[in-house]
């Protein structure tokens, strides 16, 4: 079970009928890539009727809004994140990140479709990115995603090891990032590697079983993916730097 504090924030936002999907570390908690997190990261639809029932319920929360953007669809559509620090009494200092637009992610329609929905408590369910949705999600330039990415998708395979089907295995022969997953399911599955290669040439050194070359692939992987997510952030980091300017007395 998450904790009472954001079990609170999200049972307000279901009461208010908010269409929102949990994701960040709270979700990682829930799929087992992380042990502890007080901040609550939700991805909503964006539309003026989910916007005023948000609203509604950060009243509910006594949350005040931190940092900048303001909160404004515009600002959401193009990718920032919008802050609040909740103050009523059963969530107090719960930090609540809300997006509507999360690079290399799908639509909210399309996230919502392929959800995991978990009962946290009886008659209180929770509403979750899918584990692939989660894990693209943590491709960003941050140090500290990159070992989570990890750590999820070697819980999962624990897990599902053994029974997995066809989706599984290629979740995570295209996502994993530890070498020995990797050559094991290349050993396992060699037809299945050999097919995905076109899509992830580093799996070459999987099927090779070579582990030194697949930790440089997996590096060089990880660099890529920090550019992109850098360029993408580059004109919204340099947006919020003249909201702050402009902020200043």
Same mark, same amino acid.
């Given at each position: 079970?998450?904790?009472?504090?954001?079990?609170?924030?999200?049972?307000?936002?279901?009461?208010?009928?908010?269409?929102?999907?949990?994701?960040?570390?709270?979700?990682?908690?829930?799929?087992?890539?992380?042990?502890?997190?007080?901040?609550?990261?939700?991805?909503?639809?964006?539309?003026?009727?989910?916007?005023?029932?948000?609203?509604?319920?950060?009243?509910?929360?006594?949350?005040?809004?931190?940092?900048?953007?303001?909160?404004?669809?515009?600002?959401?559509? #193009?990718?920032?994140?919008? @802050?609040?620090?909740? &103050?009523?009494?059963? $969530?107090? %200092?719960?930090? !609540?990140?809300?997006?509507? *637009?999360?690079?290399?992610?799908?639509?909210?329609?399309?996230?919502?479709?392929?959800?995991?929905?978990?009962?946290?408590?009886?008659?209180?369910?929770?509403?979750?990115?899918?584990?692939?949705?989660?894990?693209?999600?943590?491709?960003?330039?941050?140090?500290?995603?990159?070992?989570?990415?990890? #750590?999820?998708?070697?819980? @999962?395979?624990?897990? &599902?090891?053994?029974? $997995?089907? %066809?989706?599984? !295995?290629?979740?995570?022969? *295209?996502?994993?990032?530890?070498?020995?997953?990797?050559?094991?399911?290349?050993?396992?599955?060699?037809?299945?590697?050999?097919?995905?290669?076109?899509?992830?040439?580093?799996?070459?050194?999987?099927?090779?079983?070579?582990?030194?070359?697949?930790?440089?692939?997996?590096?060089?992987?990880?660099? #890529?993916?920090?550019?992109?997510?850098?360029?993408?952030?580059?004109?919204?980091?340099? %947006?919020?730097?003249?909201?702050?300017?402009? *902020?200043?007395?």
């Amino acid at each position: 079970m998450i904790p009472n504090p954001i079990h609170k924030v999200l049972s307000t936002l279901s009461t208010h009928e908010v269409r929102y999907l949990l994701m960040g570390g709270q979700a990682c908690v829930l799929y087992g890539g992380a042990q502890f997190s007080r901040d609550c990261d939700i991805v909503i639809v964006c539309d003026e009727q989910n916007l005023e029932r948000l609203k509604n319920a950060l009243g509910k929360l006594q949350a005040e809004q931190i940092a900048v953007p303001p909160f404004a669809r515009e600002y959401l559509e #193009r990718g920032h994140a919008v @802050h609040f620090r909740c &103050h009523a009494a059963e $969530a107090s %200092e719960i930090r !609540l990140d809300v997006m509507a *637009r999360l690079r290399g992610v799908a639509p909210f329609e399309e996230l919502w479709s392929r959800r995991t929905t978990l009962e946290d408590a009886p008659g209180a369910r929770l509403e979750i990115v899918s584990l692939p949705d989660l894990v693209a999600a943590k491709k960003t330039q941050r140090d500290k995603d990159w070992p989570m990415i990890r #750590r999820l998708i070697e819980a @999962h395979y624990s897990e &599902h090891r053994d029974n $997995a089907g %066809e989706e599984e !295995l290629k979740f995570w022969l *295209r996502e994993s990032r530890t070498p020995e997953i990797l050559i094991d399911l290349a050993a396992r599955f060699p037809e299945l590697a050999s097919r995905e290669v076109s899509d992830r040439p580093l799996l070459k050194g999987a099927i090779a079983a070579d582990r030194v070359r697949l930790e440089a692939s997996l590096a060089e992987e990880e660099s #890529r993916e920090r550019e992109v997510d850098r360029k993408f952030w580059e004109p919204l980091k340099r %947006e919020l730097e003249q909201l702050r300017r402009n *902020r200043r007395p």
